[in-house]
C-alpha cells in the first residue's frame, strides 16, 4: 500500500484528499505545517508527497525543496488554490513536479498522483484542475 504524506494547513482540504486516498488503497499520513512534515519525513519513507503551496507561516515550495534535497526523486504534486503553479516547472531541481490547482476533483487527484509516481525524473511537471 503506497504511502502518501498530505501537507496542508487546512484540515477540511487535507481531510478530503486523505478519504480520496483511502478508497483507492492509500496509507495517508497528515501534516498541517512544513514543520511537522519535515519531522514526519525524517521519521519515514513515503511513494508521494502532496504539499500545499501556501502554508501558514512557510512556503511550501521551500519545503518542496527541503524533502528533495533528503530524497532527490521523491515524487510530489503542489497543490495550490491562490496561484497558477507555472513558476516550479522553470527550478530545474523541481521541473518534474505535478501540479494540481485548487478546487479539483478526485479523478483529477488520482491522475496528478499517477503522472507523479510514474514521472518523476522523466519530464516536466503537468497541471490539472477543476473541482473538490
Request: proline share 5%; glycine share 6%.
Amino acid at each position: 500500500m503506497p504511502r502518501v504524506l498530505v501537507v496542508d494547513d487546512q484540515a477540511d482540504v487535507r481531510a478530503m484528499i486523505s478519504i480520496v486516498l483511502r478508497i483507492h488503497q492509500f496509507e495517508i499520513v497528515e501534516a498541517d505545517s512544513a514543520a511537522s512534515a519535515l519531522k514526519l519525513f525524517e521519521q519515514s519513507s513515503f511513494d508521494l508527497a502532496i504539499v500545499d503551496i501556501f502554508l501558514q507561516g512557510a512556503n511550501g515550495s521551500d519545503l518542496i525543496a527541503e524533502l528533495r534535497a533528503r530524497v532527490p526523486r521523491q515524487p510530489v504534486i503542489a497543490i495550490s488554490g491562490m496561484t497558477a503553479l507555472d513558476f516550479l516547472s522553470g527550478t530545474p531541481e523541481l521541473s518534474d513536479i505535478v501540479c494540481l490547482q485548487k478546487p479539483f476533483r478526485p479523478p483529477d487527484l488520482i491522475r496528478a498522483i499517477e503522472t507523479s509516481m510514474g514521472s518523476v525524473g522523466q519530464r516536466g511537471g503537468a497541471v490539472a484542475g477543476a473541482a473538490l
